[in-house]
């Protein structure tokens, strides 16, 4: 069985074709930063309107790369949320055409869900239960795990998600958009020991987090200083620190409170290499183990969303004409797969 996945949640239009057998066969992907760079942010409208162009000539190339014929296609994927409402509708609408054109079955995936069973598609196997750090530019979440399409949720950012927040505090330092990744690069060349950032809610019974006030702390500290390209480095480098810092310490607290030995970490922000070494050294010493998907299929990708459409369709392989999306979809909605 072959599945055809669409995301088109943000900015970015993913295509990709999962064969239950092979695996994953092609994962293609188009981002926009060319389209809202000059605005230092995403436009929500801008973001459709690019996905209206690029979805449908991105899976013919991923049927003719592939060498697929479309009669060997089994169903279609779709992200119908958490996300723009406006760019969910795009890929949602023409993966309902194709669906009815193709006679073949639909299935609506959470965007949330794809990531955080990403790392699935790894070799290295994951068995439930476990603890997943989500981390985006929408989000900010501890997960449990229980089996696919069951999650509790342990706890969330307050306010701003990471992404978020190194997004803005990018845009503080006036680097480049996507925020994050730039501002990553420029921690690199960061001092230690010159800035010491709060770290809001380490010392919190709970596992939420909150990055408001850090973003505001930081806001107030760039305005006192002198843009030149060491005090930015090591304004980066702290700032990046602390955020790691913040994820560490909830990530561990999390693994003490269920008394769970596997974290997964998922989403944009998961493709820090700082991060990932952090969280790594932390699960050593509790006696636990990692698991994280490579880089290029941390972003939102058509990967992720091909792989959960498998799992689903196999449960379930009946579908609707009707058009399903949520912005705010929550993982807590979705069903279990028995």
């Known amino acids: 069985m072959r599945v055809l996945g669409i995301e088109t949640s943000c900015d970015d239009t993913g295509i990709a074709i999962y064969d239950d057998r092979l695996g994953l066969m092609i994962n293609l992907l188009c981002n926009q930063f060319n389209v809202h760079s000059k605005y230092g942010g995403i436009v929500p409208e801008l973001a459709a309107r690019s996905h209206m162009n690029k979805t449908v000539p991105l899976i013919e190339r991923a049927l003719m790369q592939s060498g697929c014929d479309v009669k060997s296609i089994s169903a279609i994927a779709y992200t119908a949320g958490p996300g723009l409402i406006g760019s969910l509708l795009i890929g949602a609408s ?60 342990l706890g969330e950012s307050l306010d701003d998600s990471v992404g978020d927040a190194f997004d803005k505090t990018a845009k503080l330092l006036g680097l480049s958009y996507p925020g994050g990744p730039s501002l990553s690069k420029m921690a690199k060349y960061g001092t230690p020991g010159r800035f010491k950032f709060p770290r809001p809610m380490i010392k919190s019974l709970d596992l939420n987090f909150s990055f408001s006030g850090l973003k505001t702390y930081v806001s107030n500290l760039i305005s006192k200083q002198k843009k030149d390209f060491q005090t930015c480095a090591d304004i980066a480098y702290e700032f990046e620190s602390a955020v790691i810092d913040i994820l560490v310490i909830k990530c561990k607290k999390a693994l003490k409170t269920t008394g769970l030995k596997r974290i997964v970490l998922a989403g944009g922000v998961s493709a820090n290499d700082s991060l990932r070494e952090k969280i790594k050294q932390m699960a050593i010493r509790c006696k636990s183990q990692v698991f994280y998907v490579k880089p290029e299929l941390c972003t939102d990708n058509g990967a992720m969303i091909a792989y959960v459409g498998m799992l689903r369709f196999k449960e379930r392989k009946s579908s609707t004409l009707n058009i399903f999306v949520n912005p705010n979809w929550l993982l807590s909605d979705l069903k279990s797969i028995k």
């Not at 054109?101 to 955080?116: D, F, V």
């Not at 790392?119 to 476990?130: A, D, G, R």
């Not at 229980?146 to 999650?151: P, V």
């Open 94 to 153: 023409i993966g309902h055409a194709l669906s009815f054109s193709w006679n073949i079955p639909i299935i609506p995936i959470n965007h949330m869900e794809g990531h955080l069973l990403s790392p699935m598609l790894e070799e290295k196997k994951i068995e439930f239960p476990f603890i997943a750090l989500l981390v985006s530019g929408g989000h900010t979440q501890l997960i449990q795990a229980c089996k696919i399409g069951s999650y509790n949720l």
